[in-house]
C-alpha cells in the first residue's frame, strides 16, 4: 500500500507560479509512474502530467510549455512546477501512483493522494 501526501496548492495570481509537492511513504517509490490530475468544478478529472520510473514525461496539451513533472526517488517525491498560471488551471490537483497504460501513453491509477486546492484569481 502507498499513502501519497500533496502540498503546495494555493492562491496565486494569474501568470504566477506554484510547485506542488507529493511524498509517498509505505512502498517502493521508484517502481511507480507517477501522474499529477485536477479536477475542476463541475468538470472530470483529466490527466495533467506523468513521470514513468524512467524519468520520461508526458503532458496534457493544455500544460505543456507551462507545467514541469519530476521526481526524486531518494525522497520518494514528485514534483509539479506550475508556470504562467491561467484562471483555467483552478483545480483540485490530486497526485496518483499507478502504472503506465495505452501502450505506455497514459497513467493507470492505483493510489491516489487527498488533493491540493490550486486557484488562480484573474
Known amino acids: 500500500q502507498v499513502q501519497l501526501v500533496e502540498s503546495g496548492g494555493g492562491l496565486v495570481q494569474a501568470g504566477g507560479s506554484l510547485r506542488l509537492s507529493c511524498t509517498a511513504s509505505g512502498s517502493t517509490f521508484s517502481i511507480y509512474a507517477m501522474a499529477w490530475y485536477r479536477q475542476a468544478p463541475g468538470k472530470q478529472r483529466e490527466l495533467v502530467a506523468f513521470?514513468?520510473?524512467?524519468?520520461?514525461?508526458n503532458y496534457a496539451d493544455s500544460v505543456k510549455g507551462r507545467f514541469t513533472i519530476s521526481r526524486d526517488d531518494a525522497k520518494n517525491t514528485v514534483y509539479l512546477q506550475m508556470n504562467s498560471l491561467k484562471p483555467e488551471d483552478t483545480a483540485v490537483y490530486s497526485c496518483s501512483a499507478g502504472t503506465t497504460a495505452n501502450g505506455g501513453s497514459s497513467h493507470r491509477p492505483q493510489h491516489w493522494g487527498q488533493g491540493a486546492q490550486v486557484t488562480v484569481s484573474s
Open positions: 513521470i514513468r520510473s524512467t524519468g520520461s514525461t
